[in-house]
């Protein structure tokens, strides 16, 4: 019997906490906000964003946005970010990737100080994280954290193989799960035998963007499996795990839609959450 | 049959080639130069720094070297490493560790440019790292790697378990071996099966600081074994291999002494030249 994880509902319980505690804050007279900066006219990222944008207010934060031309020049990107860094009211930057070919993406980002970068895709953020200090953390490797310790699993001595090694969810993810104390394994384009490495592991994540990449030869019974992947497929959204070949042989798995997706948003909230509250007392995050 | 790998030779090759490339600088009228920071009278940090810098000087680099008293103030360390950070002479900067107990390491450590940060402990290093970006990398994890490229080794899709997560030595380097493309497995004190982790890797690093943790019942038969572990026993300087055992079984191991040892001072050197280099051209290092 395999337990589906419901990533909507976690993500739902984890925002309604934020709201509370911004309600709280609010009545100290500080709002967190958040400042999203749109480039260009990509459609994906217009819709992205505005759901962001929508949960920011949903949790009772103040809502900054920019949008920039597609033709913007770095400069003028520069200048935004700056301005935005400035503003005592703007408690996180977002920074909608991908960027139009002219800009520089790890340049504009790297611009973001630390103390605002609710993405966690800072230089500063990565090495916190690398050095186990504290500042804000990639929102969706968090987000799979998440998910684990709502489900009650132990990660503490769990062997976890994370499988695929992007900077957004693989690498940091190996990072967050190190730092609780897993056994950890990053397998990814390069590994010879996929399943040699996955099905001894308790945890199977998998972050590749290879629509269907895992299925029952890799998982060990009674793993739990995470999918980070997103596909848009005739049939709807798919994943880079077959989910249907796993019942009843994983113990738990995260569905797709509905699993590590809507806790990215959820943590996108609280790391706006957090920087207010960091940005409260400078010291503990300094940009 | 067990190859020792020679790390004294091949830490003596890589100061070799740093000489000639020191002697063309010096002629362009760039001289490297490191500037080591001693805090107090630890005999065994004294040992240390005193090592660099005969190394360096026999590199044909500048040697700046400041000792303060052990009752030295955090503004003091930091004074003088502000003082060395805008001196265009200084290449690099080194921060003997340990410190005395009334300094916050991690603070001044993060006070060096990461332009000149030759020992790679900045969380800015750490952040190039994690992001695998230009920087200078800790030297004895680069010293492991660099051991490995010398035996001819393949990493790209190797299967290597580096056993131990410290900041110096385990974390770092499993983030070096993922850039070059090997499926790394991290165990550390929490992991519950050690053997099952390290049998199936073509590669086990180990740097536990236990002595003789690992030993064949950990190692498949032509593993390639890289022991970081160090330790000063009635014998003699021992490891955390159990060399001896391995002997008929891993393909090629390190000694202790005379294994990665050797290579930490090596790589400090090539930091320290290619911090000089990178600050002849700031862009690419910004502090």
């Not at 609710?118 to 800072?122: A, P, Q, W, Y």
């Given at each position: 019997m395999t337990t589906t994880i419901d990533g909507a509902r976690i993500a739902r319980d984890i925002r309604a906490r934020v709201a509370e505690r911004v309600a709280e804050t609010a009545a100290c007279g500080r709002v967190p906000g958040l400042a999203t900066i749109l480039v260009g006219d990509d459609p994906a990222s217009a819709v992205y964003v505005a759901a962001k944008r929508r949960a920011i207010r949903e949790a009772g934060m103040r809502d900054f946005h920019r949008h920039l031309s597609r033709h913007a020049s770095g400069d003028e990107v520069a200048a935004v970010i700056d301005e935005l860094a400035a503003d005592p009211d703007v408690s996180g930057i977002l920074l909608q990737l991908p960027l139009p070919a002219q800009l520089d993406a790890a340049t504009l980002i790297d611009r973001i100080p630390a103390a605002k970068d609710?993405?966690?895709?800072?230089t500063a953020s990565a090495g916190r994280l690398a050095r186990g200090e504290r500042g804000l953390r990639p929102c969706t490797p968090s987000g799979v954290i998440e998910l684990l310790d709502a489900e009650g699993i132990e990660l503490r001595g769990a062997c976890v193989a994370v499988v695929g090694w992007g900077e957004l969810v693989g690498r940091p993810l190996a990072q967050l799960l190190l730092r609780r104390g897993a056994t950890v394994t990053v397998a990814h384009e390069f590994t010879a035998d996929l399943a040699a490495v996955t099905r001894p592991a308790d945890i199977v994540v998998v972050a590749t963007g290879v629509r269907g990449l895992v299925g029952p030869e890799h998982v060990k019974p009674g793993a739990t499996v995470i999918d980070v992947g997103i596909h848009r497929t005739p049939e709807g959204l798919t994943g880079d795990v077959r989910a249907a070949e796993l019942d009843g042989i994983a113990s738990r798995i995260t569905p797709v839609p509905g699993g590590v997706g809507p806790m990215t948003i959820a943590m996108l909230m609280v790391n706006t959450l957090r920087a207010a509250e960091w940005n409260a007392v400078p010291k503990t995050v300094p940009a």
């Open positions: 609710v993405d966690g895709l800072t």
